[in-house]
Every structure is written in C-alpha cells, then in structure tokens.
C-alpha cells in the first residue's frame, strides 16, 4: 500500500504531459512569482538544475529529491529587482529516517516599495500610499522507492495582496528523481504549480503550471575537481517552451565556478548571445559535521538592469 500510495505521484507526472502540451496559449497565467528560481546556485547554472539538485532549493526545483538529502538544512536567498522589488526565499529540511523520507517546509515572499495611491484629481499621489505583496507557503514530503528512484510532492498555499485586494489558492508540485548509477547521471521530471484557478476581484486566471524535464552528469570526476554539466526543458501552460543549460566545477569540493545560458526567454533578444547568459561562484565552508555554504549569481535580463543574487546555506 505504501509503494501504491507513492507511486501515485509518479503516474500523475507521466500523465501530465499531454496536458501540459494540449493546452492553448492564451493570455497569462496568474502568481508568476513562483516561476522565479530561488538558489544563487541554480541561477548561475542558467536554471539548469532539475538533475542537480543536491540542497535544499530542491523544495523548488525538485521534490522528488529531497529525501537524499540526510542532514538538517536551512537556505536563505535575497535578491533586489530594478524598481524596487524584492524577492526572499526561505527552506527548512528535515530528514525523517524513522518515517522513511523527509519532510521540507519553504516560505516565497515577493513584494515592493510603497507607492502612492493617485487618482485623476491628485495625479501626483492622494497623501496616501499602497503595496504589492506575493506569498507562497509549501510543505514537501519525499521517499526513496529504491536505492536510485525517489518521488516527492509539495502543498503550497498562495497569496496576493494588491492595496486592499487580496486573492488566495492553493497549487502542487509533484516530482520524480533517478540516479543511473553511472557518472551522477540523473534523469528527472516535474510538474509544478498544478491547481485550480485563482480569482483576483472578478476575474480568474491559472496558476503558472509548468513541466519540467532535465538531466546532469559529471564530465570530470577526480578527488580534486567535478564539472557538471547539465540541460533542462520546460514548457509553461502560458508560454513557449524554454531551455536552459549550464555547467559547474568543483575544485576540493568547496569552491565553485558557474556558468549557464537560458533560451526563448522574454527578454532575450535573438541576436545577441549574451542575453540569458548568467555567471556564477561559490564557496563551501565545513565546519566540524556543519557546513555553510555563500553562492553569488549574475544575471542579464536584457532591457532591464542586470540583477545579483546572493544565497547563504547552513547544513548541520
């Protein structure tokens, strides 16, 4: 029964699919700040992390891999948009032996600057102000089903808050992770943010779901140094499909270099190569059975000003 139980995951991914790629593209979906990518880490690699995941970012990236994670881990991510915005990510995980998985919890805020409220007689603000404020909270359970195959699922319940109006849904990831066995091959799948619409004053609008295939492998394996490389495809329910790969080396296994490019973004412009292209570094720091970790990302989003992204990790 509990194989049963966990398989169900699973099948809902492979089925997905043809949903994901039957649906037309009309207009938006709704809640896009849970499409931002949360590790410093991740965003140097272009995004290509589906087969990487190996932190606790996998609350984002991957379920499904969550229960190879054995230490306690906490991730805080900051990053300054253009204009004001903010964007914060915070991720516990606990591994649970005794249940035979692991449990994750993660908190995404997305939010703003106060701007004044105007109107048509006060075209330069009425005296007072208002905000912008997106919220998601995500509880995560993965289990190995073997040695090389685990599944994982996260709950999330999404918030938006604009001025005095607010909306709220909820919305599912569901996520597979497979180790060949041969150079760190990974193969995984996922199919993020699947739930019902959101209605926001009168109007209803579906969330951002999104299918997600990718694969890793070490290129270099020594006791000295590891690259990775990796690739990924996703194709959104409001958007054209998007590619993204990247590499990462590993010196002594603490520190790293990054890069990583992204394609069919909205802001990369064909002729340019350098669009979508994003760097980044990392440093490793063990202490006793602790480890922090500090990784930076840069990256270019076209018309808009570059953005830096700072992550900090402590497993212990």
Excluded at 29 to 50: N, P
Excluded at 242 to 264: P, Q
Excluded at 273 to 295: C, E, H, K, N, V
């Amino acid at each position: 029964m509990k194989k049963l139980i966990l398989l169900l995951p699973l099948a809902v991914i492979l089925l997905m699919p043809s949903f994901c790629f039957g649906q037309a593209k009309v207009g938006t979906a709704g809640a896009k700040f849970l499409q931002i990518g949360v590790s410093a880490r991740s965003i140097g690699m272009g995004e290509a992390f589906l087969g990487v995941s190996d932190d606790a970012s996998v609350l984002y990236y991957n379920p499904g891999a969550l229960s190879l994670l054995t230490q306690k881990e906490v991730v805080f991510t900051h990053v300054q948009y253009p204009a004001g915005i903010q964007y914060e990510f915070v991720g516990f995980v606990l591994p649970a032996p005794a249940l035979a998985g692991s449990f994750g919890a993660a908190l995404y805020a997305l939010h703003m600057d106060n701007m004044d409220v105007t109107d048509y007689r006060h075209p330069r603000g009425n005296g007072t102000t208002f905000t912008s404020q997106d919220m998601a909270l995500g509880l995560t359970y993965s289990a190995g089903l073997t040695d090389r195959f685990s599944v994982g699922i996260t709950a999330k319940y999404i918030t938006q808050l604009l001025h005095t109006y607010k909306a709220t849904g909820w919305g599912m990831d569901l996520g597979t992770y497979y180790d060949t066995g041969f150079r760190n091959f990974k193969i995984c799948m996922v199919i993020a943010n699947f739930g019902p619409d959101m209605t926001f004053i009168n109007d209803s609008y579906p969330l951002p779901t999104d299918f997600r295939f990718g694969t890793a492998i070490d290129v270099i394996q020594s006791e000295s140094s590891r690259l990775t490389a990796a690739v990924q495809v996703s194709h959104p329910n409001d958007n054209l499909e998007k590619y993204n790969m990247g590499l990462e080396y590993w010196l002594s296994d603490k520190y790293s270099i990054r890069v990583g490019k992204k394609f069919n973004y909205d802001y990369n412009d064909k002729n340019k190569f350098g669009d979508g292209l994003t760097f980044g570094a990392g440093i490793r720091m063990p202490l006793s059975s602790y480890r922090l970790t500090l990784d930076y990302a840069y990256q270019d989003l076209g018309y808009l000003d570059s953005v830096n992204r700072f992550s900090f990790g402590f497993r212990f």
